[in-house]
């Protein structure tokens, strides 16, 4: 394969990697709202709150849209970190997102989790 094509290839890998990344990013945002909104409206058994301490200070503050506001920053902050890194360190840029997808991942299905156990 010619360098062209590596670079093309690897370029392809961090593409995948930051769309999976922002995608368990948004699902992220979504769990948070659905929980707090069921919790708000009464439909849980139990009161949920953000557990962050700066994006409920931000929620607060500036409502849900400040809220989604928040994560996209630090989510698109993530991935132009990767994107930076990645001509220079590739597995490094990928496997920041791919720890980073795992991570948030792992949130999302905790909150999906915790809405079944608590209607």
């Known amino acids: 394969m010619s360098s062209r094509g590596r670079q093309r290839k690897s370029r392809q890998a961090l593409e995948t990697a930051i ?3 922002l995608l368990a990013c948004a699902l992220d ?3 948070t709202h659905i929980l707090l909104h069921q919790s708000a409206a009464g439909n849980t058994t139990v009161t ?3 557990s962050n301490p700066l994006a409920r200070h931000i929620l607060h503050r500036w409502g849900l849209m400040g809220m989604v506001l928040f994560k996209a920053v630090l989510s698109l ?3 132009g970190i990767a994107v930076v890194v990645h001509p220079h360190r590739p597995l490094v840029a990928r496997g920041l997102l ?3 997808t795992l991570v948030v991942g792992t949130v999302v299905v905790y909150s999906m989790r915790l809405l079944l ?3």
């Open 19 to 21: 769309s999976w990344f």
């Open 29 to 31: 945002v979504a769990m």
């Open 48 to 50: 949920f709150v953000e």
């Open 77 to 79: 902050l993530v991935a």
């Open 98 to 100: 791919y720890g980073g």
């Open 117 to 119: 156990l608590h209607r």
